[in-house]
T-cell receptor, first 113, second 116 residues
């Protein structure tokens, strides 16, 4: 079993839809969580990071963490074609200051006109 | 802020030659830099962690003599793929962290390496 599970998609939605992207994890040592967006042939871009359970909102994006269920989500409201990308969840292992990141496989999202 | 620049963005080389990829933190000092490799439609796989002024720590299965990492300053790390072969063709991405603890990682735009 992978430490971080993420549905690879692809996920296709119409413009304006609310998108829900999810990851589950098995390592209870993960304490904070990040979402990255990666466009084709580009490096990942940090979208949001959160330390605690609950919701964190930033514009059209909301990150949700449920540590009891080991489940995290990223919601995108009023989705736009420019949101079409691969979304990766990531969690660092806080060992010796190295903070090695464990990534999900990424979910490919396509927002259609 | 927190810009990481990677160069070149793409490179084609012949089998047996070496290729150097540079990763720079433009507006912060990077105490730690990470090198990842990504195959098409797959996630990022960590290759090695480098701290300024010390030897890199390689992940299991990554050949340290083939993938040479140098982190000589707080703003520059280099990855050299030595004696490249077609199976080394991949997307290589660096990332950097400006501080310790729970500081998020910022990524470069990646280097697409094609070995012919």
């Amino acid at each position: 079993q992978k430490e971080v599970e993420q549905d690879p998609g692809p996920l296709s939605v119409p413009e304006g839809a609310i998108v829900s992207l999810n990851c589950t994890y098995s390592n209870s040592a993960f304490q904070y969580f990040m979402w990255y967006r990666q466009y084709s042939r580009k490096g990942p871009e940090l979208l949001m990071y959160t330390y605690s359970s609950g919701n964190k909102e930033d514009g059209r994006f909301t990150a949700q963490v449920d540590k009891s269920s080991k489940y995290i989500s990223l919601f995108i409201r009023d989705s736009q074609p420019s949101d079409s990308a691969t979304y990766l969840c990531a969690m660092p292992e806080e060992t010796g200051g190295g903070n090695k990141l464990t990534f999900g496989t990424g979910t490919q999202l396509k927002v259609e006109l | 802020g927190a810009v990481v620049s990677q160069h070149p963005s793409w490179v084609i080389c012949k089998s047996g030659t070496s290729v150097k990829i540079e990763c720079r933190s433009l507006d912060f000092q990077a105490t730690t830099m990470f090198w990842y490799r990504q195959f098409p439609k797959q996630s990022l796989m960590l290759m090695a962690t480098s701290n300024e002024g010390s030897k890199a720590t390689y992940e299991q299965g990554v050949e340290k003599d083939k993938f040479l990492i140098n982190h000589a300053s707080l703003t520059l790390s280099t990855l050299t793929v030595t004696s490249a072969h077609p199976e080394d063709s991949s997307f290589y991405i660096c990332s950097a962290r400006g501080g310790q603890g729970r500081t998020p990682l910022h990524f470069g735009n990646g280097t697409r390496l094609t070995v012919t």
